[in-house]
Structure formats: structure tokens, C-alpha cells
């Protein structure tokens, strides 16, 4: 019970090889890609949380620098066109009284 060995033609055996190279290059060029994009997103999140950040330090920094209510419940905005400086004086009178 000899079993005859059968030779692979050699184009069979360059086609493998060649297919391996293919596929590890593929797969190479596309981990780089995805690796590229993971990166590109993640500069993009961090400069998205940087930028909340931000804004959340100015208002809290807005919210420091108000003016102060002193209980009257009197609130000046002197850069508003509408700015009443009759009331504001009134306010002061009625402050210092």
C-alpha cells in the first residue's frame, strides 16, 4: 500500500505565496489607516473636551467677576444700550442711606 506522492506544479506554490504577501500587505496598509483615523478622532475629542473646558472656566470666571447682588436684587449692565443711569443712581442713594 504505496501511496503515490503527487509533485505541486510550481505555479501553485508562487500563487500561495504571492496570496500571503497580498493578504499581509493589506492587511499592513489597512491597520495603518484605521490607525490614522483612531488618531485623528482622538485629537479631535480631546481638543472638543479642551474647548469645554474652556468655556466652562469663563463662566465660572464670568459668574466670580458679577457684580455683587448685595441683597437688593439691583443688577447693573453699564456696557447695555439700554442703561438706565437714573435708576442706578437711585439704587446708589438708596444704598448708601
Known amino acids: 500500500m504505496s501511496a503515490s506522492v503527487r509533485q505541486v506544479s510550481s505555479l501553485f506554490k508562487i500563487g500561495r505565496w504571492a496570496a500571503l504577501g497580498a493578504g499581509l500587505s493589506y492587511g499592513y ?42 441683597g437688593s436684587g439691583a443688577k447693573f449692565n453699564f456696557d447695555d444700550p439700554n442703561f438706565d443711569a437714573d435708576k442706578w443712581a437711585k439704587h446708589l442713594e438708596s444704598k448708601f442711606k
Open 29 to 70: 496598509v489597512h491597520a495603518r489607516s484605521l490607525k490614522k483615523d483612531a488618531d485623528v478622532r482622538h485629537i479631535e475629542h480631546e481638543y472638543e473636551r479642551k474647548v469645554a473646558l474652556i468655556e466652562e472656566a469663563r463662566k465660572k470666571f464670568a459668574e466670580s467677576k458679577a457684580t455683587p447682588d448685595n
